[in-house]
């Protein structure tokens, strides 16, 4: 088993950044990739952005990209996304995924093994 924990959530003003972290314990050896994904209300969980264990390609929902990035710290087991020029459109739970295999789409819920609690994004206009 993994277990994920997110941090960095909070109440921001459009224009302003936000650095998630995910730290992650247990059977961490048998991450292959993390990810994130967001939940609006009355909307569905979408992805946000992943990266790959192996080779350490990235991947960015269209909505984000060059605006989000994500990285990791191999040392302290953690992920962060790091969120600049943030928007009301932005504003959602974000969850932390991991996956333990190979299969599936990195892009998609059912890619991903185990999650985190989820942290909550504000972001004001």
């Known amino acids: 088993q993994v277990q994920l924990v997110e941090s960095g959530g909070g109440l921001v003003q459009a224009g302003d950044s936000l650095r998630l972290s995910c730290a992650a314990s247990?059977?961490?050896?048998?991450?292959?990739?993390m990810g994130w994904f967001r939940q609006a209300p009355g909307k569905e969980r979408e992805f946000v952005s992943a990266l790959r264990w192996s080779g350490g390609t990235t991947y960015y929902a269209d909505s984000v990209k060059g605006r989000f990035t994500i990285s990791r710290d191999n040392a302290k087991n953690t992920v962060y996304l790091q969120m600049n020029s943030l928007t009301p459109e932005d504003t959602a739970v974000y969850y932390c995924?991991?996956?333990?295999?190979?299969?599936?789409?990195?892009?998609?819920?059912?890619?991903?093994?185990?999650w985190g609690q989820g942290t909550q994004v504000t972001v004001s206009s």
């Open positions: 247990g059977r961490t050896f048998s991450i292959t990739a």
């Open positions: 995924a991991a996956r333990a295999g190979y299969s599936g789409s990195y892009l998609h819920n059912s890619g991903y093994d185990y």
